[in-house]
Structures are given as structure tokens and as C-alpha cells.
């Protein structure tokens, strides 16, 4: 039964839970503040994640204090709290303090061609290799010097080593050995137990559970997440590896070291690395994800996250193998996605198949990382809409800052909180997403489709040949599994075809076959699809072929499998009675199409859900432009639209066709349709008024409702009154730095400033006073008070046009609590260039940052760098704000108009902005129109722009970059009669 209470006003199970970058200096009532900030964004809780820029001591005293204090705020604001397992990321050091003891430090195998009697430390063994002119392995053999070999052999030593140096991003140390039990004990024993011993009554309770982030077992030959010259050479290691392979494959795998590296001529599949890749998948799992999986059962913790990586075949297969089998060990299976264009549909497939099928009640994705300032609200509908599509069901937007302070503003923006100007709308997002979660978790999909899930078939295929900028492949045979395990993927969910995957490793524990149904855990198919699986376990393809006997549908699409366990094989025999097809999909969909709901356009994902009699199906556009489809579902049942946006939930116009109820639709950009077919819910009828256009806002007066920005971020820098540089304050900061020999501060390249603090005597060193210069013209002087935003320093001066501004007049500025803001005295300001400077102590913790002048005036782009304030134009028009004195503005716009009482709708083509409010209703997503009421003859338009001008724009090469366009277009207003 369908709970309409859900669909009105969903509660906290079903809304995201963001990472709280926790990266600053922790104070209880900021603490506290942004907590009732993100109940306002419609978040249902919070994870708490240490981030680049923590200063209060990881897992210290007062860091344990304040996270059960946070755990405390989110209980009383009825929300979830999740612990985050790590200071950053990946998972398992304790920001490095479990990699001090140096044999819990993760580990590599290297290849090295010897020149002379020299051998590497940590020896596994030498090698006379002979190799063709491609590099492949022709023949091999143990030798014991490089003098033993013969013409046309090379001699290659193999070893192992600790990996990563003294990576400063673990803090000085390095990744833990993930396939070393010790490690990961160590890892509980320094994080989990200290959090259990303070808050551990709360375990369960109001702390649900706990992310892990990354874990890894090292990368496979493709150099990824490693600092060392010859990482592209590295392949993972443990000290046991050698005695567990010969136990788990019965041959010694020191034996045949050359062809993991240089693969093998006579054989495109390689056994030995396919054995290889499978032994290490089971030594990350069993002493990894089972020991952690186990303290957290045992502790009543949830166990979420994701491991590294996920996107494509090379992904899983060069950092952790079938992702799929790690989730055995995930009380909620996750993912993540990055970047506002990655559409990567098998992803949360994945996740949401091994969850269905291990009986877990949710998966995680953690999202909008690395998206960017320059993000709508409506591009975050548009992302998550196709994962949580997908299976989704518990959102970790990334990332919501504490602080902004120093390189955190560089730390994978933007910031879905405080400091983006449409944080106050952005709950309309979560409302969103937790009705849609509610409808699609709760409800039973009725899959009956599974693929056999590819990955165990790029094992053999990788060699040092194989991978190129990490995660491209090379190889043509890996790079048609790779095409065809994601068109695939792709082309049935575009079709509105549902389906899971099952992977062979889950299968040979959790599969069987009973008549005509195929099951793996928890979930029966009538239909399997063999495709990209180059290679087939033994398990699987006699499971195959007693489901043919048995009635079941096989569909083989693209070339049949060819290695059998890593052997070659012929399966023409075995797989007789399946349907046999090239690679082509639109033969592959009629066959499989479930029938009970049509749509007929060609890109379109649907979803169905069943709720004891009745159904709810979700479309969703997947096209850039304006589609036409109609949407076939077969029901008795009255179809009712849901309003997702709203909770709403109407009647529409139908029709029915030989079984079906018919709706026709047009969809948007991206738009979704829900509907539920009901004959029991209540509903409203739609309103039937006729529309006529009173209205059309092409121009308009209009009020600010921050201070506008000029951005400095070109200074001279002077170091104890000498010019060092004029550039980019980042780069000014790394010439800084490297004047002094200090490292450079990157928040993925640094030591946390906690850990310095603790631990480095230096760190408090003065290295001399720091002055930065900029310039700046004003053509038409401000009648209003104009301020200056900066990031506080130590014994910190500001001078204006040679004189020394007094301070006492400082307030903390409503964008973050980093920025400070002064008025400048008018006195001191003049018609023509003005020159403001910093000056303040330079130490290793202070922050080279940009500042700002702010006021109620106009910005012109200037030459060489220097701006213009000039006036603000008296009407805004439709078009580029940028050329209408605003090209730094990330703020909000306020409109007002006459407009008689009465019931409107606002409709215009296009934004250039997040939000559009109407006397307070929104416009945020396509198709871009609101309804609104006026009561007092009065409408109150207001626009709330993105920060990406603000803050992600830079002047590199003597030039501005990264200025882009924001703006409103014609607005057109129609009352209702």
C-alpha cells in the first residue's frame, strides 16, 4: 500500500545525508548552527567527514567531544548520524598513524630489466625473458643472474617493496596493506574502538552506521593513487600472497612472473594473471571487508561506502576486482559518482543488483563530487535523477564545507550548503529525491532479466600493455568488453528495460537453478543475457546449461564466451538451445522487452514498483531537448500523476488500448513523469482555467541582496618589503613556499593542519613578514560605504592608497566564517587607480588567499588585470549579467512589479541561474514555469545565481578564465481566467 504521508512530506530514511567536511578549527556553536542549516536544505542527517584543513587534533580528546556532540544536535533535529571512518581518504590509516609501523604499509611487486649483477632488495625471483616486437612474453625461465641469459633473452628481476613513500597525504605516511589482516585490526583498534568507547551506547541509535571511503588493494600495473617514478610498473602485493595463491590455485605463481607483467603471445587470456587477480579479490575481501563488516555487525553499526573504483571494467579490475563481492560485506552497498557529466549507468545497476540479491535494505551513492561551482540546482536533479533511477536509495551529496578557510574553497566545490546563495531552495532538491526514494524502494520491481556480469573476463586481458591514462584501456579485446558492457547497459535502460546483474563469484556461493528460474541470493530471473564474458567459471556455465535444459531464456549477444576457468575453450556445445545474435541491441530488446509498460520513445529510462494492487511507474527524458512519448502500461487501475516536486497528486488525461492505459506525454530536458495507478488513493482534479499573457519581463529595476564583488586575485607579492612575483595569488602562494622549502599546500598534496601542529617542530617557524599588492580603478565613486573581504593573518595590516586602515570595525561575513569584512574609510578612496595592500607574518599555516571589494556598485572587466567600479545600471536586462556590471555577483537578485491579485503562472525558456522565485514559489527545473498567487497587487521576483564567479574564476597567463555566463531570459507572465 502506497503511503501518500510519504509522498507529501517524506521523512528521514528517505532524505540525503551529505559529507560534512569537517575542515577547519571546531567550535560547538558553528557546529551547531549548520546542523539547523541543513535541516532547512531538507537534509535528513549528516556524515561526518575529517577534510583537507581539519586543525582540531583527528580522534584527540576534543575531536571525539564534539563529534558525540554533533550526534547529539542532529538526534534533537529528529536526523541521522553516520560516523566517516578516516581523516580524508582512503580508508584504513587513521590519518597515518596506523602506517607508522611500517609492516601494516600497503606493498608492490615491481619488474626491473637488470644491466648487471645488481638485484633489488625484497628478490621474488629472475627471469631470462624473450619478447616479441610487442613486448609480449614468447618464452620465460628462472635463471639466477642476468649472465645466464641467451640471444634474444632479457633478465628481469621481480621484488617487492612498501609503496607510496611518505605520501604527505596520509600525513607523512602511507596506504595500509589491505590484503594483511593486522592492518585493518589495527585500523578498528585506532578509530572504530575510540568512537565506540566514547559513543558507543549510541551505536545503533542515533549514530546508523559508518562510511568507508576508497579502500583498495592497490593498483593493477596502471600507477593510480601512487607517487613513485615507476608506479605504472606496480602490481599488488602481500607478504602471504605467495603461500595463499599455491593453497587457493595449487601451482606457484612465483613461477610464472613475466606474464603478469608482459602478458603472453600465444594467448590473448592469461591464466596465471586471471588466477592472480582472483586471489588478491579474495585476500582484500576476506581481510578487509570481513573483519571490518563483522566488528560493525557486531557493534550494530551500519556499514557503508564505496571502494575504488567503479566506473568501467578497467576501473574494478586495476584497484579492487568485482566490486559486487565486496558488497557481500556492506550492510549498504555503495558507489560514487564524479563530475557533472559522468553517466556511467552500469554503476548503481551494480550496487542496487548485489543489495536485491544479499537482502540489503539500501545503497549509497555519494555524489556531486567534483562537479563544480558552475552547478544549477536543476543540474543536480538532472544527476541524480538517473542513479537513484538506478536503484538508489540513500543520497551523500559531495560536499557541504564547515569552512571555506584557505585551500578548502579548492576542495571538490561546490559547497551544497551556506555558502552557495540558493542553499534556502535547495530543499526543494531533497524533497524531490525522497519522495522518488520512498516510491522506488518501498515498491517491488518485478525484474526477471539478469546479465552475467563481465568483470572476471578482463582479468586475463591485463597486463602492463593494457591501461592508459589510468583507466583507458588499450587492448582490443578489453577495449569490446568495455564498449559493450556499457551499450548494453545503456541501451536497455534507455528502453525502459529493467534488469540486474549477477556476478559469478556471488553466483558460485548464492546461484542455483530450479526449472525455468535462474536465482542468485534472494532474486529469481527467467531471463539471462551472456554478453562481454570473454571467460566463463565452470559454476556459471553449468548452471547455464541446466537452465536451458529446464525452459529458461538464454540470450547470447555478441561473440559466445572463450575461456572456460582461464582456459581456452569451445562453448558451442554447452550453449546450444540459447538465442544466438551479433552485437546489436535493438534485435536483443523485442526479446526481453517487458511488455506490461511501453514507451515509445528511444531514450526514456522507466521504472515500475508494485505496491500489493497497485503500481507506480516513473519515466524519465534522458534527452537534451523537448521529446514526445507515450507511456503504455498495462492496468485496470485509474492512472493518477504524482507531482514529485510538490507531493501532488492529480488526475490526467488517459486513454485505453487493448489492455493498456495509454498517456500521452511531452517531456522536457531531462524531465521525469510519475504515475500511480490507483483506484483507491485520493486525488485532485487539475485545474481547467484558460491562461491569458499580462506580462512579458524583458528589463527591469532591481535591488541586490548582498554587497557586489571585484575579485582581486592578481597581487604582487613582496616577502620583507622585496618583490618575489605578480601572479595568481595559488601560484604567488607555491613561489612562497618553495622560497622557504616548504611543501606545497594543495588539499590533496598536504599534511592535515592538525597533524602538523602536533607533530612538526617547524610548523610555528615565522619565515618573514608577507605583503600583498593589488590594484584596482574606480571611474564612478560609490555613494555607499564600500568594504573589503578578506581572510584574516597573523598580525595582519591592511593600508589603502599608503594609509594604514584601522580595523576595529571587523564583522564575519554571511557568505562563511572565514572571510572577514571592513568598511573602507571613503576618505581615503579616490577617482582613478587605488591601491590596497595586505601585509601579515608568513608562516607554514598561513594562507595565501584572493580578496574582495564589496559594495552596492557596477564591475567592469578591465585591462592587465585591474577592474573597474563603475555604476550600476539602473534596470537589469535579459542576457549575460557579466556585461551588466555583475560578472563576479553570486548572490540574489530581487525584482519587484504591480501586478494585480489574482492566480498566475510564470513561465521563460531558459535560466542562466539556480532559482527563480515567484512571491515564493520556484522555478529550478525544467519545463521552467511556476504558478503563484498575488494578494497585494505586488510580485516579488527573486534570482538566486551560483558562486562560480565569485569563486572559481582565476587569472592565469595574465588573463581571466572560468567567467561564465549567468542571467535571466524573458519572463513571461500569464493570469488564469
Not at 4 to 12: G, M
Request: glycine fraction near 6%; charged fraction near 30%.
Amino acid at each position: 500500500m502506497i503511503d501518500v504521508k510519504q509522498i507529501k512530506n517524506p521523512t528521514k530514511e528517505y532524505r540525503a545525508k551529505p559529507f560534512w567536511s569537517l575542515n577547519g578549527k571546531l567550535k560547538k556553536e558553528e557546529l551547531k548552527k549548520q546542523i539547523l542549516n541543513m535541516k532547512k536544505m531538507g537534509f535528513g542527517g549528516a556524515f561526518l567527514h575529517s577534510r583537507s584543513g581539519l586543525k582540531t587534533e583527528y580522534m584527540g580528546e576534543e575531536w571525539l567531544d564534539l563529534m558525540d556532540y554533533c550526534v547529539q544536535v542532529l538526534k534533537e533535529n529528529d536526523m541521522e548520524a553516520y560516523l566517516y571512518d578516516e581523516d580524508r581518504w582512503p580508508s584504513g590509516t587513521c590519518g597515518g598513524y596506523v602506517t607508522m609501523d611500517k609492516t601494516l604499509r600497503c606493498k608492490s611487486m615491481l619488474s626491473k630489466e637488470l644491466i648487471d649483477d645488481t638485484l633489488p632488495e625484497n628478490l621474488l625471483g629472475v627471469f631470462a625473458v624473450k619478447l616479441n616486437a610487442e613486448g609480449k612474453c614468447v618464452s620465460y625461465r628462472k635463471i639466477e643472474n642476468y649472465q645466464q641469459v641467451e640471444q634474444g633473452e632479457k633478465p628481469y628481476a621481480f621484488y617487492w617493496r612498501e609503496a607510496q613513500g611518505d605520501d604527505p597525504f596520509f600525513n607523512g605516511q602511507t596506504y595500509i596493506d589491505t590484503m594483511y589482516k593486522p592492518a585493518v585490526e589495527k585500523f578498528l583498534e585506532l578509530t572504530h574502538e575510540k568512537y565506540k568507547a566514547v559513543m558507543g551506547d549510541k551505536f545503533g541509535k542515533e549514530i546508523v552506521g559508518v562510511f568507508m571511503d576508497e579502500p583498495n588493494r592497490g593498483p593493477m600495473l596502471n600507477g593510480f593513487s601512487r607517487i613513485e617514478p615507476e608506479r605504472f610498473d606496480e602490481v599488488p602485493y602481500t607478504v602471504a600472497l605467495f603461500e595463499e595463491f599455491e593453497k587457493r590455485m595449487g601451482y606457484k605463481l612465483q613461477n610464472h612472473l613475466p606474464v603478469i607483467w608482459f602478458g603472453k603471445e600465444s594467448d590473448p587470456f592469461v591464466k596465471e594473471t586471471y588466477d592472480f587477480l582472483e586471489v588478491v579479490q579474495q585476500l582484500f575481501v576476506e581481510n578487509y571487508a570481513m573483519p571490518y563488516y563483522e566488528w560493525c555487525e557486531k557493534n550494530k553499526l551500519c556499514l557503508t561506502g564505496h571502494i575504488l573504483h567503479e566506473d568501467n571494467l578497467a576501473c574494478q579490475v586495476t584497484m579492487c576486482g568485482s566490486i559486487m563481492r565486496f558488497f557481500e560485506y556492506m550492510s549498504y552497498p555503495g558507489m560514487d559518482n564524479l563530475g557533472s557529466e559522468s553517466t556511467f549507468y552500469t554503476v548503481p545497476e551494480l550496487v542496487s543488483s548485489a543489495a536485491k540479491q544479499l537482502g540489503r535494505k539500501n545503497t549509497l551513492d555519494e555524489l556531486y563530487g567534483c562537479t563544480g561551482w558552475h552547478m544549477n540546482l536543476s543540474d543536480y536533479k538532472r544527476i541524480g535523477d538517473w542513479q537513484t533511477a538506478g536503484g538508489i536509495t540513500l543520497r551523500c551529496p559531495h560536499l557541504s564545507w564547515y569552512t571555506m578557510e584557505g585551500d578548502a574553497k579548492r576542495d571538490c566545490p561546490a559547497s551544497l550548503f551556506h555558502q552557495s546563495a540558493w542553499y534556502t531552495e535547495y530543499h526543494y532538491i531533497e524533497d524531490y529525491f525522497a519522495r522518488l526514494t520512498y516510491l522506488l524502494k518501498e515498491g517491488d520491481d518485478m525484474v526477471d532479466t539478469a546479465i552475467i556480469n563481465p568483470i572476471e573476463s578482463a582479468y586475463g586481458l591485463s597486463n602492463k600493455y593494457t591501461f592508459v591514462h589510468f583507466f583507458g584501456v588499450t587492448d582490443p579485446i578489453f577495449a569490446r568488453l568495455e564498449y559493450e558492457y556499457a551499450t548494453l547497459c545503456k541501451d536497455l535502460r534507455l528502453n525502459g528495460q529493467a534488469f540486474d546483474y549477477i556476478d559469478e563469484g556471488l553466483f558460485a556461493k548464492y546461484g542455483s537453478v530450479n526449472k525455468d528460474e535462474f536465482i542468485c541470493g534472494l532474486r529469481k530471473y527467467k531471463k539471462i543475457i551472456v554478453n562481454a564474458n570473454y571467460n566463463m567459471r565452470s559454476t556459471t556455465l553449468s548452471a547455464i546449461k541446466d537452465f536451458i535444459a529446464n525452459g529458461g531464456k538464454v540470450y547470447c549477444i555478441g561473440e559466445i564466451p572463450s575461456y572456460l576457468d582461464g582456459v581456452k575453450h569451445d562453448f558451442n556445445d554447452d550453449l546450444k538451445g540459447a538465442v544466438m545474435m551479433p552485437f546489436d541491441t535493438k534485435t536483443l530488446l523485442p526479446l526481453i522487452m517487458d511488455t506490461s509498460i511501453i514507451n515509445t520513445n528511444g531514450n526514456v529510462i522507466v521504472e515500475k514498483r508494485k505496491f500489493g494492487e497497485d503500481l507506480f511507474v516513473f519515466a524519465l527524458s534522458q534527452e537534451k531537448e523537448p521529446i514526445k512519448t507515450s507511456i503504455k502500461i498495462a492496468t485496470t487501475k485509474k492512472p493518477l500523476v504524482v507531482n514529485l516536486r510538490t507531493g501532488e497528486i492529480t488526475d490526467v488525461d488517459y486513454r485505453q488500448e487493448e489492455g493498456y492505459v495509454v498517456i500521452d506525454k511531452e517531456l522536457d530536458a531531462y524531465e521525469e513523469f510519475a504515475v500511480i495507478c490507483s483506484d483507491s488513493i485520493a486525488y485532485k482534479n487539475r485545474e481547467a482555467k484558460q491562461l491569458k499573457k499580462v506580462a512579458s519581463i524583458t528589463s527591469a529595476e532591481f535591488n541586490l541582496l548582498e554587497d557586489n564583488m571585484l575579485v582581486l586575485d592578481y597581487p604582487r607579492l613582496y616577502v620583507n618589503d622585496e618583490l618575489l612575483c605578480q601572479k595568481y595569488f595559488v601560484f604567488c602562494d607555491h613561489d612562497l613556499r618553495r622560497k622557504h622549502g616548504l611543501a606545497i599546500r594543495h588539499c590533496e598534496q598536504m599534511v592535515q593542519p592538525w597533524f602538523k601542529e602536533k607533530y612538526f617542530d617547524t610548523y610555528k617557524n615565522k619565515y618573514g613578514r608577507v605583503t600583498l599588492e593589488y590594484d584596482f580603478n574606480i571611474k564612478d565613486m560609490p555613494e555607499d560605504d564600500v568594504k573589503y573581504m578578506f581572510e584574516e593573518q597573523p598580525a595582519f595590516e591592511l593600508v589603502l592608497n599608503g594609509e594604514k586602515v584601522k580595523l576595529g570595525n571587523k564583522q564575519s561575513s554571511e557568505i562563511d566564517n572565514c572571510f572577514t569584512v571592513v568598511t573602507l574609510p571613503k576618505e581615503l578612496l579616490k577617482v582613478g587607480k587605488n591601491t590596497i595592500s595586505t601585509s601579515f607574518d608568513f608562516y607554514e599555516y598561513t594562507n595565501i588567499e584572493g580578496s574582495f571589494i564589496l559594495g552596492n556598485f557596477g564591475v567592469e572587466l578591465g585591462n592587465d588585470m585591474v577592474d573597474n567600479i563603475v555604476k550600476l545600471p539602473n534596470k537589469l536586462k535579459v542576457g549575460d549579467l557579466r556585461e551588466q556590471g555583475l560578472p563576479y555577483y553570486g548572490g540574489r537578485i530581487r525584482i519587484e512589479k504591480e501586478l494585480e491579485p489574482g492566480e498566475y503562472l510564470a513561465k521563460t525558456n531558459d535560466m542562466d541561474l539556480s532559482v527563480e522565485l515567484f512571491n515564493g514559489n520556484p522555478i529550478i527545473f525544467k519545463p521552467f514555469e511556476t504558478d503563484f498567487t498575488v494578494k497585494d497587487n505586488k510580485l516579488i521576483i527573486e534570482m538566486a545565481l551560483n558562486r562560480n564567479n565569485s569563486f572559481a574564476t582565476n587569472s592565469i597567463e595574465d588573463k581571466r578564465n572560468n567567467l561564465i555566463k549567468q542571467g535571466f531570459e524573458e519572463i513571461i507572465i500569464y493570469k488564469k481566467i
